[in-house]
């Protein structure tokens, strides 16, 4: 599935002056529809709650690879690229994905961004991936 995502206040700062998108660890975690993201006050992986639990998934979510950084100059936007994501043999209910910098402790990693799939998608005994937007995991568009 396609998805969008949307910056949290205080992502691109943590990618800018925190972080290195393409050497630090970013992961994906998934949210049940019981957590209601904050772009505002939520800076910290502790903020998240309601983390998916079920077969196939362990708690923290997974790490994205092959990352990368690109700018289109037509469209002033830093996009932060990664490779495709999922959960095989899976059994579970998720409505969010949260995209994270992971610095092995909940209070100190910073959260990037968000995916709202719009509503709960449901896997059993299946394969749940998310196929980022061509653009981007996330981007940062200068205005």
Do not use: C
Request: charged letters at 15%.
């Amino acid at each position: 599935m396609a998805v969008t995502a949307f910056w949290f206040t205080n992502g691109p700062k943590h990618v800018v002056s925190d972080t290195v998108w393409t050497s630090d660890t970013m992961k994906v975690l998934l949210t049940t529809s019981s957590y209601t993201p904050s772009q505002d006050s939520h800076e910290f992986k502790s903020s998240v709650t309601n983390e998916v639990t079920g077969t196939g998934y362990s708690a923290g979510g997974v790490t994205l690879g092959t990352k990368s950084v690109s700018v289109d100059t037509a469209s002033n936007e830093t996009r932060l690229i990664a490779a495709n994501v999922s959960w095989t043999t899976a059994t579970f209910t998720a409505r969010y994905a949260v995209i994270y910098k992971d610095t092995g402790t909940a209070g100190t990693s910073p959260l990037l961004g968000y995916v709202d799939f719009g509503a709960d998608v449901p896997v059993s005994a299946g394969t749940f991936s998310i196929t980022w937007d061509t653009t981007g995991v996330l981007k940062i568009t200068a205005a």
